[in-house]
C-alpha cells in the first residue's frame, strides 16, 4: 500500500504532507473516501515472528535402491520434522566402493625417498633424520659394509660415529623405520 510504504520512506517531519499529496492523488482518481481513509489509517505494528534457525543433521544410510530410498527418506522426514521442528534432516545414501584403496602394491620402506627417519640404537639412543634419496642408500652411508668388518674409515655421520665409539652393532632392518 502506498501509505505503508511512505511511513517506512519518509522522516517523521514529512509524513503528513506525503500522507495528504497520497490522500489527494486517490481522490482525483475516483477512489471513494471510505476506502482512502480505510486504508490510510496507521495499521498497528505485528510483531516480528522469532524463528530459531534449523539445525541441519546429517545421516548416512546405505544406498538400498530408488524405492527403499524414497521410502526412508519420506518416513525420516517426517519422523524428525514432527519430533524435533527446529531441525532439517539431510539424509546422505552412500555406497560401497568398487575399488578399495588396495589397487597398488605397497613398496618396502627402504626404497622410500623424501622422508624423515628414525634410528633406534640397541642400547636406546635416538637420532631422527631426513634424506631427499632413497632410503636404503642413506643407511649404507650411516652404517657401511666396512663397520661389520671391524675397519675404521672415515666417519661421515653421527649414527656411525656412535656405532663406532660404542662398539655397538645393529640390524638396520628394525633399527631404521620411516616417520
Known amino acids: 500500500c502506498l501509505a505503508q510504504r511512505a511511513r517506512k520512506i519518509c522522516t517523521a517531519d514529512s509524513i503528513e504532507e506525503e500522507l495528504g499529496k497520497i490522500q489527494n492523488l486517490l481522490r482525483e482518481n475516483g477512489y471513494p473516501d471510505r476506502f482512502i481513509t480505510k486504508h490510510l489509517v496507521a495499521r498497528p505494528v505485528k510483531p516480528a515472528k522469532v524463528t530459531v534457525e534449523k539445525k541441519t543433521l546429517f545421516l548416512k544410510v546405505p544406498f538400498q535402491g530408488d524405492a527403499a530410498t524414497e521410502l526412508l527418506k519420506r518416513c525420516l522426514d517426517q519422523a524428525v520434522?514432527?519430533?524435533?521442528?527446529?531441525?532439517?534432516?539431510?539424509?546422505?545414501?552412500?555406497?560401497?566402493?568398487?575399488?578399495?584403496?588396495?589397487?597398488?602394491?605397497?613398496?618396502?620402506?627402504?626404497?622410500?625417498?623424501?622422508?624423515?627417519?628414525?634410528?633406534?640404537?640397541?642400547?636406546?639412543?635416538?637420532?631422527?633424520?631426513?634424506?631427499?634419496?632413497r632410503l636404503s642408500k642413506r643407511i649404507k652411508e650411516h652404517i657401511p659394509a666396512w663397520l661389520s668388518k671391524g675397519e675404521v674409515k672415515s666417519i661421515k655421520s653421527a649414527i656411525l660415529a656412535h656405532l663406532v665409539d660404542t662398539g655397538h652393532s645393529v640390524d638396520p632392518s628394525e633399527a631404521f623405520r620411516v616417520i
Not at 92 to 112: H, I, M, V, W, Y
Not at 125 to 131: F, K, L, V
Open 81 to 133: 520434522t514432527q519430533t524435533f521442528p527446529t531441525a532439517r534432516l539431510q539424509i546422505l545414501f552412500s555406497t560401497n566402493p568398487l575399488l578399495r584403496g588396495e589397487g597398488k602394491d605397497r613398496l618396502p620402506a627402504q626404497t622410500t625417498s623424501m622422508c624423515i627417519y628414525s634410528f633406534t640404537c640397541s642400547c636406546g639412543a635416538g637420532y631422527i633424520g631426513r634424506t631427499s634419496r
